[in-house]
Structure formats: structure tokens, C-alpha cells
Nanobody
Framework: QVQLVESGGGLVQSGGSLRLSCAAS????????MAWYRQAPGKQRELVAG???????NYADSVKGRFTISRDNDKKTVYLQMNSLKSEDTAVYYC???????????????WGQGTQVTVSS
């Protein structure tokens, strides 16, 4: 099993910044594909940003140029730097780890408990 613990959420004014962190357990972090998702009230969970094991990144159009995803394999942590926050960024943010089938014992998708981000206008 892989455990994910998020931190860094909170209340911020529109235009402000926050950095989310997600610490993972296990010995194979370097080969996990990591991502941040978010879910606003009454809406479906959506992909915000992803970073593959080779550090290739992808972003939702709504956050391109404002958010940056990064990873520190030595610390087994993935980050989401969020700048120029808008009220529509308000949501619960979830960390996701995808473990490839090459690690048979723990292959699959794992989720953190979520961290609330609230942007006041």
C-alpha cells in the first residue's frame, strides 16, 4: 500500500499564492506517476496537474501559467505551487499516485485525504 499525506491548504485572498505538498510512503516513489486533482462543491473531481516518473508535466487549461507541479524524489514528495489564485480555484485538492504494474504487489491508484483550498474574492 501507498499512503499519501497532503498539507498546505488554507484560506487565501484572490491573487495570492499557496503551495501544497504531498508526502508518499514506500520505497518506489521514483517510479510513481503523481498528480493533483480537485473537487469543488457540486462538481466532479478534475485533474489539475500531473508529473510523470520522468518529470514530464501536464496541466489543465484553467491553471496553465499559474500552477506548477514538481517532485522531489529524495523526499518522496510532490508539490503544487499555486499562484494568482482565483475564487474558482476553491476546492478540495487531492494527491494521486499511480503505481505501475511492474510493482505487482502495490500496483494501482492511491489517493490522499484531501486538503481544502479556499480563495476569497
Amino acid at each position: 500500500q501507498v499512503q499519501l499525506v497532503e498539507s498546505g491548504g488554507g484560506l487565501v485572498q484572490s491573487g495570492g499564492s499557496l503551495r501544497l505538498s504531498c508526502a508518499a510512503s514506500g520505497s518506489f516513489f521514483r517510479i510513481y506517476d503523481m498528480a493533483w486533482y480537485r473537487q469543488a462543491p457540486g462538481k466532479q473531481r478534475e485533474l489539475v496537474a500531473g508529473i510523470a516518473r520522468d518529470s514530464t508535466t501536464n496541466y489543465a487549461d484553467s491553471v496553465k501559467g499559474r500552477f506548477t507541479i514538481s517532485r522531489d524524489n529524495d523526499k518522496k514528495t510532490v508539490y503544487l505551487q499555486m499562484n494568482s489564485l482565483k475564487s474558482e480555484d476553491t476546492a478540495v485538492y487531492y494527491c494521486n499516485a499511480h503505481v505501475p504494474r511492474t510493482i505487482v504487489a502495490i500496483a494501482g491508484d492511491y489517493w490522499g485525504q484531501g486538503t481544502q483550498v479556499t480563495v476569497s474574492s
